[in-house]
């Protein structure tokens, strides 16, 4: 498009060089060892890229000279830009094959050549085709000016404030950079720690077979525990809380232990044992708790037509190995129907469900255990209801949650088993609630499709 004359950047020679002046006097003129910055001029009209150069003669930016590109169309300005990347600065015009060639030009340069360092100084001598505030808000440019108000001190700012931002993005590209590489390394090191900790765990276990002493005993539980909390990554957190207690209660009746060895007390020392073996009693029942979840979590489903029926029977026998009879006799179930399950990982939610029922029933006086099935339109909801305390309900929530435990001390458990049966049945596509019952008691359900 043409220049239009005015008083500003291309005035003819009086306010060129004037502002000139004021430009060199703001900038030194030593001879800079660095390359220059590369700007591209980018107008249909060879008068204003004339004029530019003209406007800032030995000009020096941040220490280092301005070498203008000339592109005389958007097509000629894409090319060299894609050719080119050490242009740092483009001045664009708007008007030149087209009425929006350079807004167009902008989109290509942002969008197709991800040139996001590039600084765009939008100058334009019609400026109803580029309203100011439209244009800085729809299209990514850094500076916006009339061609009427661009003098040769303007020009100078404009184009030492986009040098300035281009190399501080290119600091940052080459700050994040190193930090992906050293993040890297970081990512490389830690792996060579865990197989070199996972050697130190195989050569520790080899050493701790050839003794028959209490210490292969509590060294054989620590390795047990340190892997499952390594394939449990996740839940370190809430792990460590409660491990700490119970490996507290073992460096402390050690230490007790050490000191009546020394006195020759054997019959405390006795004692001593029998509560370090309860503490790791304690510890191998955690961490078998999470090494099921971590199984149930993990693999395919292996999933056929099963009665429930079947799945459930199964499920009391295990329990039956280690309850009475008639605390197995409290258990009653109705009719329930065949689905497409993995059938060992639903045995093992009957198995955590039916379990969780009978402890909370050990005190009732005619305990009751009902398994009862509902058809609806989603499929079926399986229910275990049993006549114990029940529990809170305003915290029903935190019961599947891993160490969500809402009763007492007089219950054992890790507060795991519940997690493992909502896992399992939501890799079934069901879902896992608990209730209170208005009778009292306590009724957990769940969801299972039909197909």
Known sequence: MPWQHNPGLMDAHSTTCDDSSAARQTAPREAPAAPPW????????????????LALPGALIEGRPLAFVHAYSAAQARQLLADDPSICVMLLDVVMETPHAGLDLVRAVRQELRREELRIILRTGQPGYAPELETVRDYQIDDYCTKAELTSI??????????????MILALRAERDELQHAHAALLALRAAEQRSHAQLLDAERAL??????????????????SEAVG????????????????????????????EDLARGDTTRVQRWMTMVQAQM????RLVDDLLNLTRVSQGGLLCSVQPLDVVLREAIEVLALSQPAERIGAIHA??????????????QVFVNLLGNALKFTQDVAA??????????????????????PGFDSARAAK????????HGPQYQGSGIGLTIVRRIVERHGGRVWAENRPAGGAAFCFTLPED
């Open 281 to 284: 009693n304690r510890l191998v």
């Open 231 to 258: 394939a449990l990554e996740s839940f370190n957190r809430m792990v460590s809380h409660d491990l700490r207690g119970p490996l507290s209660g073992i460096a402390g009746l050690s230490g007790m232990i050490n």
């Open 208 to 225: 701790r077979e050839a003794h028959e002493t209490m210490e292969q005993c509590v060294a054989q539980r620590t390795r047990e525990l």
């Open 154 to 167: 303007r020009l100078y700012t404009s184009l030492t404030t986009a040098i300035r931002c281009h190399r």
């Open 334 to 347: 109705a009719a329930l129907p065949r689905l497409h399950i993995d059938a060992g990982l639903m045995r």
């Open 399 to 406: 019961l599947f949650t891993p160490f969500g435990q809402l």
């Open 367 to 388: 305990p009751q255990v009902l398994v009862e099935a509902e058809r609806g339109a989603d499929g079926w909801t399986i229910s275990v209801r049993d006549n114990g």
């Open 38 to 53: 590369r700007a591209l001029i980018v107008d249909d009209d060879a008068d204003v890229h004339r004029a530019t150069e």
